[in-house]
């Protein structure tokens, strides 16, 4: 008998409706991947870096050309200076990152805050450094932070709080006067900040992200994580990186370094020139994914899905209720993928306790403009 360190944990949820789309054929709004591929100047200095014999091990901490273009970028965007020498990591994924971070700072008997709806990521990863997640839920329906119920689950042994803005599932961002008042609730206590930003550069409408870089007190006790998975279409490149002050950078390199030590060197060299030639990627992100959000959107609005277009990320949550109120989401998206060919996630995967009533789930739009169009056919046919 194995005594399990994860006795809870089956496969994710994306792997089972992803798994489930293939089986019954499906299309695949589950999974948060794009169906169409990256840039085609990206692709090809890959090849080209894999023929030139760059395929022995990268630097531990990143390839720097990598590391400069990122901290170009950190600069251009959000203000802040990096030193790409002590403050940047490159890790397979974000993922990896976030594992990174928390085991570097998680000890036994430790409390984690997560705001719920949660990211699957980070309680396995907490559980595994003998730590504890404390769920927050955030509020309905904007998904912000319900500031007395965080002061309330603060505690002596809170280690650190994860914020995840561009959130996912729900599309919220984060406010600059919402970054000031958690800079004000965890300034005399010794909290560590895990910020996932991944999807940094998803914000629509004319929105700007707010990166927890760009706020000096905060930073100050942060690790900010990337991926660059979700920014140049390469999701299964898993490349990412971990941005925290040199005292924090050497601690999550302690454990990084054991774990992968290094990225993938080609991928590293390729993205390091993508990002040099073309910087205007980045800029154009928004509205790229904004046409996509706003095609589906359109496309929806005939259906009996009732929903609120996403402020960022490339999720929609929509609610079901009026389709079919007597299904928990779990079985609705299984109905939806059987009986109708459209796969999508439930939301109350991302909860410790779903509230009373909830009823979403939540779709992928980074697809190409047919994908969309017969998705949202099938949808609208309910
Ligand atoms: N982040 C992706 C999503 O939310 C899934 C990544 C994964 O499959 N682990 O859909």
């Known amino acids: ?14 792997t089972k409706m992803s798994q489930l789309a293939l089986e019954t054929g499906a299309i695949n709004l589950s999974q948060g991947f794009p169906d169409y591929d990256g840039p085609q100047a990206l692709r090809e200095a890959v090849v080209r870096h894999v023929m030139a014999g760059h395929n022995q091990y990268a630097p531990m901490a990143g390839l720097p050309a990598l590391r400069e273009q990122i901290a170009h970028k950190v600069t251009a965007l959000y203000g802040r200076t990096v030193d790409a020498q002590n403050e940047i990591t490159v890790t397979p994924g974000a993922t990896q990152a976030l594992f990174c971070a928390i085991q570097a700072i998680v000890r036994e008997g430790d409390e984690v805050i997560v705001f719920d709806p949660c990211y699957d990521a980070y309680e396995p990863s ?40 561009p959130h996912n599932p729900s599309g919220a961002i984060i406010s600059h006067e919402e970054l ?25 409408d004319g929105r700007s992200h707010v990166s927890v870089l760009s706020h000096e007190e905060l930073y100050a006790r942060a690790f900010v994580v990337s991926s660059f998975g979700k920014t ?16 924090l950078s050497t601690e999550l390199r302690k454990v990084h370094q054991y774990v992968s030590f290094c990225s ?10 993508f990002m040099a030639a073309h910087p205007e990627h980045v800029t154009e992100l928004p509205a790229f994914y904004q046409s996509k959000r706003d095609l589906f959107c359109d496309l929806m609005s005939s259906s009996r899905f009732d929903f609120t277009r996403t402020a960022g990320t490339y999720f929609q949550l929509a609610d079901y209720s009026a389709i079919r109120d007597d299904l928990s989401d779990v079985e609705m998206v299984e109905w939806l993928t059987r009986e109708h060919g459209v796969a999508a996630i439930p939301i109350s995967v991302f909860y410790q306790q779903l509230p009373q009533g909830l009823r979403l789930v939540r779709f992928c739009f980074a697809k190409r403009e047919e994908t969309l169009r017969r998705a949202a056919e099938k949808l609208c046919a309910i």
């Open 1 to 14: 008998m194995i005594h399990s360190k994860l006795p809870n944990l089956g496969v994710t949820i994306f």
């Open 126 to 165: 907490v559980e595994l450094a003998g730590g504890r997640c404390v769920h927050v839920p955030l509020t309905l329906p904007g998904f912000r932070i319900d500031w007395e119920r965080l002061q309330a689950a603060l505690s002596v042994r809170t280690r650190a709080i994860v914020l995840n803005t």
């Open 180 to 204: 000031d008042q958690l800079a004000s609730l965890i300034r005399d206590r010794d909290i560590y900040l895990i910020s996932d930003e991944v999807y940094e550069h998803l914000v629509f």
């Open 232 to 247: 140049y279409h390469v999701t299964g490149w898993k490349t990412g990186y971990a941005i925290a002050p040199p005292a």
């Open 264 to 273: 993938v060197t080609p991928l590293q060299w390729a993205l390091a020139d």
